[in-house]
């Protein structure tokens, strides 16, 4: 299973720009990087997956360099209700994509 | 679209009661299901993985006797937790795949409490 190694925590203020980096040294060939947001006591919600190079939709970004052995979640003018743990998770098929790491703890301040 | 229920949201029992959660998807058909365990402050840890029509492929360390996963049907896997005692508190979080796509789409969990 690819491991991957988040920051902690990050602290950030409303209208900033943050891009939380996840390092997946061993990620394998057939591995997908995805990337989820966890309110406090709810489940993760699906933020952005790619594969290479960059990826993005109304939410965020994704780049992903040439080596995929890290990824840059970038979220764009974040606010308050970004505030919220992140996980990135790496995997291809086959359910290898099950281990979540500690994810990134994102504080978002006024 | 792809949207998973967990029913309860919340429950509190007894020790040594059983509780049984239940994950759907509402619509669309998942053919393997994920069942999480998430203490405070921690990241999700797998405890099983359920595919429709078979057993159930547990992690290690997970009891398969006091978690009880079914997978009946395509939209619907439950997990019963056995002879519940106060370390089983925690919040249960359910997710969806179908086929080999990557993704996954989590439930919104179960608060288990027992006292």
């Known amino acids: 299973l690819a491991k991957t190694t988040q920051p902690i925590s990050m602290d950030s203020y409303e209208g900033q720009e943050v891009n939380i980096t996840c390092s997946h040294n061993?990620?394998?060939?057939?591995?997908?990087i995805t990337w989820y947001q966890q309110f406090p006591s709810q489940g993760p919600r699906f933020i952005i997956q790619?594969?290479?190079t960059k990826v993005t939709n109304e939410v965020a970004s994704l780049f992903i360099p040439a080596d995929r052995k890290s990824s840059t979640l970038s979220l764009p003018r974040v606010s308050l209700s970004d505030t919220a743990v992140y996980y990135c998770?790496?995997?291809?098929?086959?359910?290898?994509?099950?281990?979540f790491g500690g994810g990134t703890r994102l504080m978002v301040k006024p | 679209g792809a949207v998973v229920s967990q029913h309860p949201s919340w429950v509190i029992c007894k020790s040594g009661t059983s509780v049984k959660i239940e994950c759907r998807s509402l619509?669309?058909?998942?053919?393997?299901m994920f069942w999480y365990r998430q203490f405070p402050k921690q990241s999700l840890m797998l405890m099983a993985t359920?595919?429709?029509?078979?057993?159930?492929?547990?992690e290690q360390g997970v009891e398969k006797d006091k978690f009880l996963i079914n997978h009946a049907s395509l939209t619907l896997s439950t997990l019963t937790v056995t002879s519940a005692h106060p370390e089983d508190s925690s919040f249960y979080i359910c997710?969806?795949?179908?086929?080999?796509?990557?993704?996954?789409?989590f439930g919104p969990g179960t608060r288990l409490t027992v006292t």
């Open positions: 998770l790496v995997g291809g098929n086959a359910g290898n994509m099950l281990t």
């Open positions: 359920s595919n429709e029509g078979s057993k159930a492929t547990y």
């Open positions: 619509d669309f058909q998942a053919t393997t």
């Open positions: 790619g594969y290479k």
């Open positions: 997710s969806a795949r179908v086929g080999s796509l990557e993704e996954q789409y």
């Open positions: 061993n990620i394998a060939t057939n591995d997908y």
